[in-house]
């Protein structure tokens, strides 16, 4: 046999190379719009920030294999939130200290004394983590880096950790600039004593306590993952509200882990709940939605944006995925609303997606419309029906329902029959939500391969589920049952693969 001539190893290599390339994310299950890493596990998304042009994403990330372990700041960046590019791991575990869950700030002054350049720096708050050993407890401790290249490259604070209560459960810390307080603020919980603790710093090193919050709403498991956010009411007008986030887990409304909210003020030490302690609002009904973080110092005219982890620490690390584990919802505009029933949380995927949109379908040519990545904007009439929505990912009587229990005054989302749902007992699921449709049922969906994200009304119902559906399984349905629907509208768009 002859031998290769090197220009023909040269060129085999290079096929090779591009082929491997271009298969990645085009595995099955991997999400065409949504960001998951190349390989290996995520959960949380961490260090939310815009900063000179670009959005950052941290996500906590496993180096080393595709189940939790390891932790470190895995990093992304995206100039318009929904094309991202991963970079190279930003904060690694080191000396067993493993970067747990935190935030990033743009220090524009300088507080930190860390900035070389005049625009400032970036300095990530996040908690170290040091297992516990034979004869030690674990530890965790909040403890800053600072970046001086736009996040690419981090140096971890010599004096490390800033905020040590000698503590096994005291992490995930969000920090943002009060301008009312004048001073940074850390949200940062106390899981097992179901409380978020507040803290002020003029220079993000030295902290002071100011107040704490809780246990009200949902006191299960433990808390996690505090967000503190000033949002508008009904966008218009200067009134605002602060929005307390909180992940639990377990506790969650559908099992595993889930999150709640609070709504109300902030004096700059201490957050008063508007509503009763025993009101539990939660942010997402669906199984999938845990530990989602707003950015911090987001460019003006842009809504406040909010992602989170679409995953339930019940059956994360079973996820028939490869070679990768975890993904992040869509980022998501909140704000707040004025309801019958008192202020909520509204949220709706950010406008930036719809340049995604490609195919365009609607009722008349419904039949035509398939795929895998999909986008539908819906209004339904429920007229006499009992229970009316869609079934997508459908082929051969596996599919994904959303629809309207008319009896029960509940939004569903059916994931039973959905593909693969037997990797894990507490995967398959059939979920409500209570939701008033008024005189019509308006459904914005969002179908990614592996995800369904359903925003029902304005946004004020936002249910977010993981799926497994066949390699096939790209029908959409119209669907009615017990009686005669009113008119349907429908838009549909297979959106675009963002790699
Ligand atoms: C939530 C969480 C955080 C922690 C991180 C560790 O999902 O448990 O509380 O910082 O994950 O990976």
């Not at 900035?115 to 050993?133: D, E």
């Not at 969000?174 to 603020?185: G, L, M, Y």
């Not at 939660?282 to 809504?303: E, H, R, S, V």
């Not at 419904?366 to 539908?376: D, F, N, T, V, Y």
Request: aromatic share 12%; proline share 7%.
């Amino acid at each position: 046999m002859p031998l290769a001539s090197p220009v023909r190893v040269l060129s085999l290599f290079l096929c090779l190379t591009l082929f491997a390339q271009s298969d990645t994310y085009h595995e099955q299950y991997r999400p065409a719009y949504h960001f998951s890493p190349k390989n290996n596990w995520t959960n949380d998304p961490n260090g939310l920030v815009y900063f000179n042009g670009i959005y950052h994403l941290f996500f906590q990330y496993n180096p080393m294999g595709d189940l939790w372990g390891h932790m470190s700041w895995g990093h992304a960046t995206s100039k318009d939130l929904v094309h991202w590019q991963q970079e190279p791991v930003a904060l690694q575990e080191e000396n067993g200290v493993m970067i747990f869950t935190g935030s990033a700030v743009v220090d524009a002054r300088n507080t930190s004394g860390f900035c070389s350049g005049k625009a400032g720096c970036l300095v990530a708050v996040y908690t170290g983590h040091t297992p516990k050993t034979i004869d030690k407890p674990a530890l965790q401790t909040q403890n800053l880096a600072y970046s001086n290249d736009d996040g690419r490259t981090w140096t971890k604070y010599a004096r490390n950790p800033v905020l040590d209560l000698h503590m096994s459960d005291f992490r995930d810390p969000k920090v943002f600039w009060s301008n009312a307080a004048r001073q940074w603020i850390m949200v940062v919980s106390l899981p097992d004593d179901h409380k978020a603790q507040f803290y002020g710093s003029p220079d993000l090193k030295s902290w002071s306590q100011l107040g704490s919050f809780g246990p009200e709403g949902a006191a299960e498991g433990q808390w996690e993952c505090p967000d503190l956010i000033e949002l508008p009411l009904d966008r218009k007008g200067k009134e605002t509200r602060w929005v307390l986030k909180i992940g639990l887990n377990p506790g969650g409304i559908q099992g595993g882990s889930g999150e709640q909210y609070f709504i109300g003020r902030f004096d700059g030490k201490r957050f008063i709940n508007d509503n009763k302690p025993s009101l539990t609002l939660w942010t997402d009904y669906g199984k999938d939605c845990y530990c989602a973080l707003t950015f911090n110092n987001m460019p003006p005219g842009q809504p406040h944006t909010m992602m989170g982890w679409m995953d339930n620490w019940q059956y994360a690390s079973q996820l028939p995925t490869h070679p990768w584990r975890g993904q992040m919802t869509v980022p998501r505009a909140v704000s707040l609303k004025k309801f019958p029933e008192g202020i909520r949380l509204v949220q709706q995927p950010i406008p930036g997606l719809e340049r995604l949109r490609e195919r365009h379908f609607t009722m008349k040519n419904l039949r035509e419309a398939s795929g895998q990545s999909l986008e539908i904007l819906s209004a339904i009439k429920i007229g006499g029906a009992t229970e009316v929505g869609w079934k997508v990912l459908a082929e051969d009587g596996t599919f994904t329902a959303i629809g309207y229990d008319v009896r029960a005054g509940q939004l569903l989302v059916d994931r039973t029959h959905s593909g693969d749902v037997s990797f894990s007992e507490k995967f398959p699921a059939r979920m409500y939500a209570p939701f008033k449709p008024g005189s019509r049922l308006r459904l914005h969906i969002l179908i990614d391969r592996s995800s369904v994200e359903v925003f029902a009304g304005d946004g004020q119902v936002a249910m977010t589920n993981l799926v497994f559906p066949r390699k096939d399984a790209s029908k959409v349905e119209f669907y009615a049952s017990g009686g005669k629907p009113g008119p349907v509208t429908a838009d549909i768009w297979t959106l675009k693969s963002i790699w």
